[in-house]
Every structure is written in structure tokens, then in C-alpha cells.
């Protein structure tokens, strides 16, 4: 059920994705036809308050993008954004700070209890979404990062006048929304089971994905048997809920398909594979002196780094507390965040996995090809989807900073037309001084007063324009 105050837009789009396109990959990231985008807006525009003139079920709207990005159009048409510009600033200090991720959230909700209350009941409603969308992210790709990079730029975001603090502040905008999804609580009730909420996708979708685990756990399984022998320390390496990290780990997610992760090889073996490799490479492996535990390998300054990846009640870390369910969680997190949150002198991301899939294909022959190249496969689908994802960002900024731009222009030809005006204005009081009693030449001269404050203030206006003030 939704509060009041909740527009009819944000309701019926909430409503179509949460019954329909929960395991809808890419929902939120990928676009409809704009044309149907636009038909909904309107039918919207046309519904006022109404919500039976809106069926969610109705086949002109068969493809669900086109409710996700109805909601996004409204967000991003908005006059005020979500977070207003009054607070601009302090949101972008809340989450500027070096504290932890949970002290940065108890900041941010500080400055949202600040916000209008019909501001906070929508936040409250979008937020509540959007962790449910995350929930499916092993189905729908979308873990709360993906979905922090498509939300930040829109809910958030500077006065149109100060355009150049969007683009340098996105990766706060980002990390704002990512936060307030990770650390949220949003409406939950205390004693409700959240497996009780979520969407249960249709049995068809759910036989393909279970199908599609199991293909990827077989693979490498013909000619010569698995390109990594099983181990049984790697196997409990899953989980099926959003972790603290913010990623949101495949369901039985097997740690032996990653392709950073190389099994039991040795030190010797692990240091000859980063040779001439730039920084920011990495490997993982099984640890030889404590079993259980794995070693990150990383690429720094030229040099090889070792990290000891504890592990302690199923969670992994690198250091007292441990707060990763799961090595894949772990390292997929500083793929996106920088290592200095652990240890300052490595400033610097997991940027580029040494790929066993790469080394394998070096030997495969004939039989082990086909699983090799589907494997690669997979791969690069990740990484596509990534960085489309990065791309519909920059499109939406870019169209935003159009708009702004066009509106920036209409000002300065506005303020040009004025100045126009009042330069005629001023023309005319010139060739009436001499025409005039000199009770009138008295109030003209006033008045040519008033018309040069004028001018100057249209001149000073044109001249901040010029410079992009």
C-alpha cells in the first residue's frame, strides 16, 4: 500500500514493475521506444488523480521499460529534484566525509529529515522499490550499485546555473543513493518475513535460470574434466541476498566460475602470470597455509601485493570486522571502490582480473573450445552490460545538460532583447530633454537614472552568462 502524497506516475509505475519485470534483466538500465515512453506520460498527464484510467495489465504497454522509464522521465522533468537544491550541498558534505559507509548513512538521513515531508514520503516509496529490485539483482543484473548509477544523476542534483558541479560531483550523487540502499531500513515492518514480499517470477523464467546454473557448473566438464578441479573449500562460497557490500550475489553462486579466481595454484605459480601486468591486476586463490582462506594477489607499483582474505561464520574480509557473506561479494565491491578504505597505500581498484578462461584457452583443443569461448562469453555480456549501463548514464546527463544549455541560451538572448529595450529607451529620453518644461526635464532625468541601473544590471547579467556563472 502506498501513503499518501504519492503521485498516481510513481504509484502505477512502481506497481507494473513489482508485478511483471522484477526479473526483467536490465530493468531500469535498458529503454523502451521513446514513442511508448511518451504515450504513457501522456495518458498519465490525461489521468490526473485516477487510477483506473491507468491498467498496468493493458498489451499496449507489453514492454515493461516503458513503465521504468516513464518513472525515471518523471524524476528527471521535475522542476525541484528529489533532494532539492536547497540541500544540495548538504547532502554532497553528508557523503563527502571520511567516515564508514554506516556513519555516512546516519548523516544523509539527518539531512533527509530536513526534506519536505512529501519529499520523504516518495523517497520513502522509491526507496522501498528499489531495494526490492535489488533483492532479484541475480535475475535482473541490477544490484544496488547499477541502480545507484541510474537514480544519483536524476534525484539529485545541482541548480541548473552551477551545471559544471553535476558533472564533477556524479561519483557522490552515485555513492549517496547507493548508501541510502544499502544501509536503509525504508519502511520495513519489524515483523514481516521479506521473503514474503518478494516478486515470484514466473515458472518458466525460473526453470531457464535454474537451467542456465547449472550449464555454467558443468562447463569444461567434456574432454578433459573441469579447467579447475572442485574444491570443497570453494563451495560454500554463495548467497541470495543483498550483502553489505551492496552487490548482490548470483543464487548458489559457485566461487570456481569466476574467472579471477584460479583454485589452488601456487605463489611461484600466481607471481609468473603477473609479469609485465599493469597496476591494479589481480588474481585470487586458495591459501596454502590456512586452509579455508583465500590470498588476494593485486598489481601495485610494480610489485605483487599478498592479502590474507579471512574468513570467520561464513563472512570474509580482509581485516577485524569481517562483513563480506561471500569472497565474490568481496571482490567485486573493491572492483568498485578503491582498496585505500583498507589500506591507504593501495589507492587503487581490482581493475583487471587475470582470467584463468584466457590461460585455458591457450590449451584447449577441439573439445573444451565451445564451453571456453561461452564462458568468454559471459564474461564480456557482464561487461557490456556494465558499461551500457555507464552510457544510458551520459546520455541522460548529456540530454540533461542540453536542456540546460538551450535554457541557458533563451536567458541570454532574453537579457540581450532588454538590453535592447532599454538602450532604446534611453535613446528616446535623449531627444526629449530638449522638447520638455523643466519640471518634465527634472522627472526625465530620474528616470534616465533609473534606465542606466538598468542597463548596467542587464550588462553585469550578459556578462556572468558569458562566463558560465
Same mark, same amino acid.
Given at each position: ?96 566525509? @571520511? $567516515? /564508514?559507509? =554506516?556513519?555516512?548513512? #546516519? ?8 526534506? *519536505? ?123 541470495? @541476498? $543483498? /550483502?553489505? =557490500?551492496?552487490?548482490? #550475489? ?8 569466476? *574467472? ?210
Amino acid at each position: 500500500l502506498f501513503r499518501s502524497g504519492v503521485p498516481l506516475v510513481i504509484k502505477k509505475c512502481i506497481e507494473a514493475v513489482e508485478k511483471r519485470g522484477l526479473s526483467t534483466e536490465g530493468i531500469y538500465r535498458l529503454s523502451a521506444s521513446q514513442t511508448d515512453v511518451n504515450n504513457l506520460k501522456q495518458l498519465f498527464d490525461c489521468a490526473m488523480n485516477d487510477s483506473n484510467r491507468v491498467n498496468v495489465d493493458d498489451p499496449r504497454w507489453s514492454d515493461i521499460n516503458a513503465f521504468s522509464g516513464c518513472l525515471k522521465l518523471f524524476f528527471r522533468e521535475l522542476p525541484t529534484p528529489l533532494f532539492t537544491y536547497n540541500l544540495y550541498d548538504a547532502f554532497l558534505s553528508a557523503v563527502s566525509v @571520511s $567516515v /564508514s559507509d =554506516s556513519q555516512k548513512y #546516519s548523516r544523509i538521513m539527518e539531512v533527509v529529515s530536513r526534506l *519536505p515531508e512529501k519529499n520523504q514520503i516518495v523517497l520513502n516509496v522509491l526507496m522501498s522499490h528499489l531495494i526490492l529490485v535489488a533483492k532479484n539483482g541475480s535475475m535482473n543484473k541490477m544490484p544496488s550499485h547499477n541502480l545507484a548509477v541510474v537514480f544519483g544523476p536524476t534525484l539529485i542534483r545541482p541548480k541548473p546555473e552551477d551545471v559544471m558541479k553535476s558533472i564533477a560531483n556524479s561519483s557522490s550523487h552515485i555513492a549517496l543513493i547507493e548508501i541510502l540502499l544499502n544501509h536503509g531500513k525504508w519502511d520495513q515492518d519489524e515483523g514481516e518475513d521479506e521473503t514474503d514480499s518478494l516478486y515470484e517470477p514466473p515458472a518458466d523464467v525460473l526453470a531457464r535460470h535454474k537451467a542456465l546454473r547449472e550449464q555454467k557448473r558443468a562447463l569444461g566438464a567434456g574432454g578433459r574434466g573441469p579447467l579447475l578441479k572442485p574444491s570443497p573449500k570453494g563451495r560454500g562460497d554463495s548467497v541470495s @541476498s $543483498v /550483502s553489505s =557490500s551492496g552487490s548482490v #550475489s548470483s543464487e548458489s553462486f559457485d566461487l570456481q566460475d569466476a *574467472p579471477w579466481f584460479w583454485g589452488s595454484i601456487s605463489r611461484e605459480e600466481a607471481t609468473e602470470k603477473f609479469r609485465d601486468m599493469p597496476d591494479g591486476t589481480f588474481l585470487v586463490r586458495e591459501s596454502t597455509r590456512s586452509p579455508g582462506e583465500y590470498t588476494l594477489t593485486v598489481r601495485k607499483g610494480g610489485m605483487n601485493k599478498l592479502i590474507r582474505i579471512q574468513r570467520d561464520n561464513n563472512l570474509y574480509g580482509f581485516s577485524i570486522p569481517l562483513t563480506f557473506h561471500s569472497v565474490y561479494d568481496l571482490i567485486m565491491y573493491y572492483r568498485r571502490h578503491s582498496m585505500a578504505s583498507y589500506n591507504p597505500s593501495l589507492n587503487l581498484c581490482l581493475s583487471n582480473p587475470v582470467s584463468k578462461f584466457d590461460a585455458a584457452d591457450q590449451m584447449g583443443d577441439g573439445g573444451d573450445d565451445v564451453n571456453i569461448l561461452i564462458q568468454k562469453l559471459w564474461t564480456a555480456t557482464d561487461n557490456f552490460d556494465q558499461k551500457n549501463a555507464e552510457f544510458l548514464v551520459e546520455e541522460d546527463r548529456f540530454e540533461r545538460i542540453q536542456h540546460e544549455l538551450a535554457l541557458h541560451a533563451k536567458k541570454q538572448l532574453a537579457q540581450n532583447e532588454v538590453l535592447q529595450i532599454l538602450s532604446e529607451q534611453q535613446q528616446l529620453q535623449e531627444q526629449m530633454m530638449s522638447h520638455v518644461t523643466a519640471v518634465d526635464r527634472i522627472k526625465l532625468s530620474e528616470n534616465k537614472s533609473f534606465v542606466w541601473q538598468r542597463i548596467a544590471s542587464c550588462q553585469d547579467n550578459i556578462r556572468k552568462m558569458k562566463r558560465g556563472n
